[in-house]
């Protein structure tokens, strides 16, 4: 659950804070959950949940970020072999929308109709700054942007 929080904060002691408070929320509520799923799922949501509060509160959610990243990814040209960790210090150059749409959708397997309601924002902004983020991406594993830490 450490990994899901680091996917959405920037540092380990964010990432820490948010899956203490994650537990605690599990720890005080464990008598809400109704076997009706798996409890993994219930804590992944709780902690994606917490990240993302952590995360509004960190770094403002600017959804509408530069028209220079318009334009959709291509299919090809992205065979890198990363490692986990290459791959988490790609996600953390995304801005804070870009990256906590990414993650909910490509990571968590979210639809855009649950991210829009989870950031509170419309299904077309979050297609929208998906795109964006995959283009983003696209461009820094293929060396055509340098990465700003």
């Avoid at 959405?8 to 820490?16: I, R, T």
């Avoid at 005080?28 to 994606?48: C, H, L, P, T, Y």
């Avoid at 979050?126 to 983020?133: D, G, I, N, R, V």
Wanted: hydrophobic share 40%; glycine share 10%.
């Amino acid at each position: 659950m450490y990994g899901v929080c680091l996917r959405y904060l920037k540092n380990d002691m964010d990432a820490e804070e948010a899956l203490l408070n994650g537990f605690m929320k599990i720890y005080q509520n464990i008598d809400r959950f109704e076997a009706k799923g798996s409890f993994e799922g219930w804590v992944r949501r709780i902690m994606v949940n917490e990240a993302l509060g952590f995360l509004r509160k960190k770094e403002p959610l600017h959804l509408a970020i530069e028209d220079g990243y318009t334009q959709i990814a291509d299919a090809g040209g992205a065979d890198h072999d990363l490692n986990e960790g290459e791959l988490l210090g790609l996600l953390h150059t995304l801005p804070a929308g870009y990256r906590a749409v990414f993650n909910l959708y490509a990571i968590e397997g979210y639809s855009h109709k649950e991210i829009a309601d989870m950031l509170n924002i419309t299904e077309g902004t979050s297609k929208s700054q998906l795109s964006k983020a995959r283009a983003m991406l696209q461009k820094r594993l293929t060396g055509q942007e340098a990465i700003a830490s």
